[in-house]
């Protein structure tokens, strides 16, 4: 159980920092609200940067975008 332990702690990824970061906001950002193939879900942005849900979410509202509201279906079918 102690080597399985020590290997989670290798897959840990670094912090994103400074320049790194910003980049990476700004990408984000592009992705999610503008600029082109923009209207991407936070997941799907997730996904290809190879980020956790929580991350992608904290450096968008870092960039300043307003996060969508999630779209339901009404009773009626409609949105």
């Known amino acids: 159980m102690a080597d399985t332990k020590q290997e989670k702690k290798k897959e840990r990824r670094p912090r994103r920092r400074g320049q790194e970061r910003e980049q990476l906001r700004t990408d984000l950002a592009k992705g999610y609200g503008g600029g082109e193939g923009a ?12 980020l956790s849900y929580g991350l992608t979410r904290t450096l968008l509202l870092e960039a300043g975008v307003e996060l969508r509201t999630r779209a339901r279906k009404t009773e009626t079918g409609e949105k």
């Open 39 to 50: 209207g991407s879900s936070i997941r799907r942005l997730a996904a290809a940067h190879r």
